[in-house]
């Protein structure tokens, strides 16, 4: 039996693309390719690559893209997006990557999700081009979905799917998908367009930020996903949770070194974790911020701090700042 290695992301395409091809007694073997900016892994503890599989039907295997994908984010060789997303350098890297599993798991050729005219930046015809010529998979990369808008394909050409049972997909419209998806039973997807962080400003502007500020590492990078961000000097930062599961989020990625902010037990609020070189100052502005967001019923409020990895922590009796300062600090 011929077989494929479907790129699967979790969104509506990859999934069709996949079930597209399996249907013509194909062994598809998915690609969940992890990386530190998915927005599926935000505030998840579970195995989402067992979800994905569970919702596909499709064995699927993950493979964790950690600091070389940093890099390419860092230094794109092909550009971003309207934010700081690296989308063709990405799409090459995972196909890079695809192609060098080809051999162990006997794969004939690849698939993914890619729509003609979907994307502006990556999903054009000459874009599509680019990204087969440099990850070395030109003709051996079927899209099922826009295929028959494309030249067939080695798979196509020797036969070996049926390109008459193959999609003619194209622009940005979803429909069509989703009447698909409604088709083959998909209905447990994720939402329908992609889950990558790198395209919203907010999250976007904060990872410039870090970038400029230093500490652009794994352990950073995965913190910008959670709560409030303030910049409170050039080598110092506080997050602030925004809910009681966030709180817990932010207290699990703290290391030594950082500093934690809190209210008493019997008053709500939010945990803050600070982060970089702290003084007195800042320090107190700190518990400020934290009293900003408690549910407090006086003009000033107990701040409790600690100083990882000490569990002795001291109490600042704090009025909150001011909206004004708030926003001139926020990220």
């Not at 030249?151 to 419209?173: A, C, M, Y």
Request: aromatic share 6%; hydrophobic share 35%.
């Amino acid at each position: 039996m011929i077989k494929a290695i479907a790129l699967i992301s979790g969104g509506l395409d990859s999934l069709l693309a996949a079930k597209v091809v399996q249907q013509q007694a194909i062994e598809v073997i998915g690609v969940y390719f992890k990386i530190p900016f998915s927005l599926r892994e935000k505030s998840e503890r579970r195995d989402f690559a067992l979800e994905l599989s569970r919702i596909s039907g499709i064995d699927l295997k993950t493979v964790v893209l950690g600091e070389e994908f940093l890099e390419i984010v860092r230094n794109p060789k092909h550009g971003r997006g309207a934010n700081i997303n690296p989308c063709i350098d990405c799409k090459i890297l995972m196909l890079k990557k695809a192609k060098e599993m080809m051999q162990d798991l006997g794969a004939s050729f690849l698939i993914t999700g890619e729509v003609l005219g979907q994307r502006p930046m990556s999903q054009h015809n000459r874009a599509l081009d680019l990204i087969e010529q440099e990850a070395g998979v030109k003709g051996f990369l079927l899209r099922p979905l826009s295929a028959k808008l494309l030249e067939p394909t080695i798979p196509e050409q020797k036969e070996w799917v049926d390109r008459n049972k193959l999609l003619d997909f194209s622009g940005r419209s979803r429909k069509a998908q989703i009447d698909l998806a409604v088709m083959l039973g998909l209905i447990d997807y994720q939402q329908p367009a992609g889950g990558c962080l790198l395209t919203d400003p907010r999250f976007s502007q904060r990872l410039r930020d870090l970038m400029k500020h230093g500490g652009y590492d794994l352990k950073n990078v995965e913190l910008l996903k959670f709560g409030r961000h303030f910049r409170l000097s050039d080598k110092a930062k506080l997050i602030v949770g925004r809910d009681e599961s966030e709180n817990i989020e932010i207290e699990k990625l703290a290391i030594d070194g950082d500093y934690l902010f809190y209210p008493p037990g019997d008053i709500a609020g939010p945990t803050s974790l600070g982060r970089g070189e702290f003084s007195d100052e800042l320090t107190g502005l700190s518990a400020r911020i934290t009293s900003r967001y408690c549910d407090r019923k006086q003009d000033s409020t107990d701040i409790s701090c600690r100083r990882l990895p000490d569990k002795q922590e001291r109490t600042l009796n704090v009025s909150p700042v001011s909206e004004d300062e708030l926003e001139k600090l926020r990220i």
